[in-house]
């Protein structure tokens, strides 16, 4: 069992009655044995008090003095914390409030019955960049908050380091400014693939590279990987702003950024590196940044090394079935959503059911023995997906049950599995992602 510490002014007290409680049983008679003389002792009973008074005093300083040191500590970083906090709401209101203010507009101006079909393409294109925008926002306030409350879970599986480097520099290389150029150095490993998070170091990449993107004019971005024994060494470099010093400890923290000129012209949450060093951590790796003011930025973070045993998983199989002959239940109480899954579904030949709610689910499924596939939504009112999935388990075990929740902070994920699901989706998701789900689960259905 644990004890618990005896709280500082408990302790104060306790010691002030034990000296206190100690002179007075204990001074007379030390004195009155060291001091025969009657006289000379008459003087000092005088003087006594003040001793007490003295001695007292100094002891409690010195006692005192750490506790008030570590207040006074603790005093100052509460309030640079609420003023860093302050600066970041406001930042944070800012990135919010700018994308929805394109978006509103731009939905307001697409009910204009006299916009030509160029005008409303680009009008539709500016409320996705703003969505996406928005989107990276959210998700980076979300992320942050899964690492300070320790939900972040690792999902390790077999990539091809190579494979995931091009990747990466395909979906940069055509956006990059007019004169900054984009370079890629890969490294040859003993074993084609590693064993690691495959979302989780995308995005610490992503955060890099979107942050060298957006801070350099002029020059050249670099980044890759190279092995150090037991270690992948990753580096995203760049010729852009550069930090100073003083800040590059503090940039890895919490509401705190750099507060050089072009980071109040470019934008953004600011959270980024605080999300890449969480992730890194939990992933057992470390982030560190070389700069100088001026002269550009060069970001380096490490990951265990671990090679993977190869699996015989054709790929090109997987994408070439044919989405068809398929009935899909979907279960969503949300118009919207339901409205937007039907409209993606569309060119499918897919036929489809809904259910409002858990409990229409579970009949539904019991009636059509033609569904083959579930989408499930978690939160849904009379029965909720986790326990409609649940009383439709204990009479089939074999139909794919896909969760989709907006749910991101805590554990959901396991505990659809939990649950029963096969496999989970996160909202919002895109056409393609939807896609690559049912094309999943129609190959396992079709083996």
Known sequence: MKRQKIQFEYKFLIVYLLIGGAWILFSDRIVQSLIPDINFLTVIQTYKGWFYVLITGLLFYVYLKKDLIKIRKAQKKAKESESLKSAFLQNMSHEIRTPMNGIIGFVELLKNENLSKEQKERY??????CSDQLLGVVNDVLDLSMIETGNI????ENIILNDLIDEIYASYSESMKENVQLLVHKSEL??????????????VLDNLLSNAKKFTTNGKIEFGFERQNHKLLFFVKDTGAGIHSEQQDKIFNRFERTEIETTKLIGGAGLGLAICKGILTEMGGEIWVESELGKGSDFYFTIPYVPAVKESIIEEERQSITIQNDCLLIAEDEDSNYLYLTEILDDLEIEIW????????????????NINMILMDIKMPFVDGYEATRQIRQFDSQVPIIAQTAFVLGNEKNQALEAGCTDYIAKPFKKEEIYSMIRKYQLKNNN
């Open 124 to 129: 539709m294109n500016i409320i996705l960049k």
């Open 153 to 156: 879970k690792l999902e390790k």
């Open 190 to 203: 003993d074993y084609n693939e590693i064993v690691t998070d495959t979302v989780k170091l995308k995005q």
């Open 354 to 369: 809904r259910a409002k709610n858990g409990k229409e689910a579970i009949k539904m499924y019991q009636k059509n023995h």
